[in-house]
């Protein structure tokens, strides 16, 4: 079974803080996602990282950044925490193929106050 | 960002009922994907359709693929407390990393 952890279930962070968030897959997939989960505005992509070291933005990368140094982990990173950026956070994975099929960890609930 | 139109939005039954949830888009798609999320965790992945008018089951849950890949449904016969959740659709295009979520089904399945 392919697994997605999360480094964190729930966070609280203050307002200006840096946050990291990590994500660690065990498939060997090199496709990976940075995703946020709002109410009302369904699943929105903030990052994909299609290699080590490769990265491009999604629809909302503003006030985020991510690292991929090794194929099994993506960090997601927020340089300045705002309330705004309250959210569940979820990582995915996917492999290159045929099927693209993308798995997700758990999730982070992050609260930033 | 895109979404896939799902519906109902909202779905409240009694154990036992039988329930279709549509997911519909103008696009065509190489591939579609159904989750189930429960409060607080992440999407769990319950089968990915590729090819027109392809049905796949899963114990109660009946997966269909339009013949034109625009749309799906999803059929759960005799619903039980354990189907309750958010019931998502995502669509891939061969050749993009990007995919498209549905707006997502909430079912509640009361006892």
């Known amino acids: 079974d392919v697994k997605v952890t999360q480094s964190s279930r729930y966070l609280v962070k203050r307002t200006g803080e840096k946050v990291f968030l990590e994500c660690v897959q065990d498939m060997d997939h090199e496709n990976m996602f940075w995703y946020r989960q709002d109410p009302g505005l369904g699943l929105r992509l903030i990052y994909f990282?299609?290699?080590?070291?490769?990265?491009e933005k999604g629809d909302i990368p503003e006030g985020y950044s991510v690292s991929r140094e090794k194929k099994e982990r993506f960090s997601l990173i927020l340089e300045s925490a705002s309330t705004n950026q309250t959210s569940m956070y979820l990582c995915?994975?996917?492999?290159?193929?045929?099927?693209?099929?993308?798995?997700f960890g758990p999730g982070t609930r992050l609260t930033v106050t | 960002t895109q979404l896939l139109e799902q519906s109902p939005q909202f779905l409240s039954i009694q154990e036992g009922e039988n329930l279709t949830v549509y997911c519909n888009s103008s696009s065509v798609f190489s591939s579609l994907q159904w989750y189930r999320q429960e409060p607080g965790e992440g999407p769990v992945l319950l089968v990915t359709v590729v090819t027109g008018g392809e049905v796949k089951k899963l114990k109660r849950l009946t997966f269909q693929f339009g013949d034109a890949r625009k749309d799906s449904s999803l059929h759960i016969t005799a619903a039980q407390p354990g189907d309750t959740g958010l019931y998502l659709c995502?669509?891939?295009?061969?050749?993009?990393?990007?995919?498209?979520f549905g707006t997502g089904t909430r079912l509640k399945v009361l006892a």
């Open positions: 990282s299609y290699d080590v070291k490769m990265k």
């Open positions: 995502a669509a891939h295009t061969s050749g993009t990393y990007k995919y498209i």
């Open positions: 995915a994975s996917r492999s290159r193929g045929a099927i693209n099929e993308q798995y």
